[in-house]
T-cell receptor, first 112, second 109 residues
Framework: DAGVTQSPTHLIKTRGQQVTLRCSPK?????VSWYQQALGQGPQFIFQ???????QRGNFPDRFSGHQFPNYSSELNVNALLLGDSALYLC???????????FGSGTRLTVV | KNEVEQSPQNLTAQEGEFITINCSYS?????LHWLQQHPGGGIVSLFM???GKKKHGRLIATINIQEKHSSLHITASHPRDSAVYIC???????????FGEGTQLTVNP
């Protein structure tokens, strides 16, 4: 049974560019949460998607947006990249937002 | 004051030692997560617990809801246990997690 799958694993972008990160939840899960983890810090909540809608949002600017598809997979989009957006982006899936919380291995984004 | 506090921040042990990592949080919660992260890696969920105690192999997690405190214990520690251990709680009452700052554990052979 595949767990949470994130792609790509590593990515290098230039300031001002846009990036899309992808997450496939664990089978049977319907909720996807995204977190940003800067080097040496704990993960910070970006937002959560359930039933194709953004259900909760953390303290991140509108440059961060997302989407959830009918198959529960999700995308995280970041526009107008800043150097400070360099981080590990983690996706976590769960059932009804609570059960079986499972994290992916993350996408390492470097903005140069 | 952080809403989720872990101690210690850093811990160095010799192989075979018994390890305890503590987590305190500020508000009532429905459940607490203990997570493990290896350098440069993703996060692995170790436990989610809402009361009492859970055990998996050499790992034991306990929680005291009234005291808003949880502990993660590792028995017979091994160098492969070296990682950052993080506790996380849904402080806002939903499923959005707030993370502690993590405990960097190093187990020397």
């Amino acid at each position: 049974d595949a767990g949470v799958t994130q792609s790509p694993t590593h990515l290098i972008k230039t300031r001002g560019q846009q990036v899309t990160l992808r997450c496939s939840p664990k089978s049977g899960h319907d909720t996807v949460s995204w977190y940003q983890q800067a080097l040496g810090q704990g993960p910070q909540f970006i937002f959560q998607y359930y039933e194709e809608e953004e259900r909760q949002r953390g303290n991140f600017p509108d440059r961060f947006s997302g989407h959830q598809f009918p198959n529960y997979s999700s995308e995280l989009n970041v526009n107008a990249l800043l150097l400070g957006d360099s981080a590990l982006y983690l996706c976590a899936s769960s059932f009804s937002g609570i059960y079986g919380y499972t994290f992916g291995s993350g996408t390492r984004l470097t903005v140069v | 004051k952080n809403e989720v506090e872990q101690s210690p921040q850093n811990l160095t042990a010799q192989e075979g030692e018994f390890i305890t990592i503590n987590c305190s949080y500020s508000v009532g919660i429905s459940a607490l997560h203990w997570l493990q992260q290896h350098p440069g890696g993703g996060i692995v969920s170790l436990f989610m617990l809402s009361s009492g105690k859970k055990k998996h192999g050499r790992l034991i997690a306990t929680i005291n809801i009234q005291e808003k405190h949880s502990s993660l214990h590792i028995t017979a520690s091994h160098p492969r246990d070296s990682a950052v251990y993080i506790c996380a709680v849904p402080l806002t009452g939903g499923s959005r997690l707030t993370f502690g700052e993590g405990t960097q554990l190093t187990v020397n052979p």
